[in-house]
């Protein structure tokens, strides 16, 4: 089946951004795709958001989602797509969604590993999640989930493998910085590669993010990519069969000698 991952860059504004993804979902259907992965915080730019974080996520989850189910069945393609939950508390979660063709809800995943480094502290700011991981069927694939940060954990990409993923979606909000495009592009390429799975990683193209979204196959090469484009979407097709064909001589999965822990740790 075609896939599609769309960048862009998201504001304060979850109607304007709303109206940006429809723009791209489009795009990728006239491609033919029946399913386009967007980013990390598609749903507003925490740092461009007027007022508290609290009132924002409040007044936009609901209609986020509720906006992206009618796209879904309205173009009839699924979607992943990533904003913020009320866990109830203060810090809300950092969620994604991922949305049937046919509008339904599939699943939801809350962001595991908070984005603790290089001088930054998401954890200030969101709730770690505690669900573990979700794997899902949209569109005749099996998809794991995953947010920007997560990627950084082998771990977590091994268990939604043996979880059965074909292919893993990574939308991101990729920090720039020194070496950090060089880290993206490794770590998209060793979780396909060790993994033998797909990766579809959907990157926002603000002005401190790297964007660099991209398809790559189960050998970890780039089907399709973007740079810097502040907006723009690339379509692949992902197929089981090259899957199959890859594990056939490259039988990681099956030649493991250590299980995968799910167990979740405590987290602040």
């Given amino acids: 089946m075609l896939v599609s991952v769309g960048q862009f860059s998201p504001t304060g504004d979850v109607v304007e ?22 980013p990390e915080e598609s749903m507003f730019s925490i740092g461009k958001v007027e007022g508290t974080l609290a009132a924002a996520v409040d007044a936009g989850w609901s209609t986020f989602v509720q906006q992206l189910s009618l796209l ?29 063709s046919d509008g339904r809800i599939a699943a939801t995943y809350r962001k595991l590993h908070l984005y603790d480094a290089f001088s930054y502290q998401e954890s200030t700011r969101i709730k770690a999640g505690d669900r573990g991981i979700q794997v899902v069927e949209l569109g005749g694939l099996r998809v794991g989930l995953m947010t920007c940060y ?50 579809a990683a959907a990157g926002t193209s603000s002005g401190h993010t790297i964007g660099h ?15 810097e484009e502040t907006a723009g979407v690339a379509t692949a097709e992902v197929t089981r069969n090259r899957i199959e064909e890859v594990r056939e001589f490259l039988p990681v999965l099956q030649n493991r000698r250590f299980a995968v822990n799910e167990q979740i740790e405590a987290a602040n």
């Fill in 17 to 38: 951004n709303l109206a940006a993804m429809r723009s791209l979902a489009e795009q990728a259907k006239g491609e033919g795709s029946e399913l386009i992965v967007f």
């Fill in 72 to 100: 879904a069945a309205e173009l009839k393609i699924a979607v992943i797509a990533g904003g913020y939950e009320s866990s109830g508390e203060e810090r809300p979660y950092n969620t994604l969604v991922a949305i049937e």
């Fill in 150 to 199: 997560d990627l950084r954990f082998p771990e977590l990409a091994r268990a939604l493998a043996v979880q059965g993923a074909d292919l893993i979606a990574v939308p991101a909000a990729w920090f720039k910085g020194e070496h950090k495009i060089d880290h993206w592009e490794t770590l998209l390429k060793a979780r396909a590669i060790e993994n033998t799975v797909w990766i």
């Fill in 213 to 227: 979204s991209a398809i790559l196959d189960p050998m970890g090469v780039p089907q399709v990519f973007l740079a």
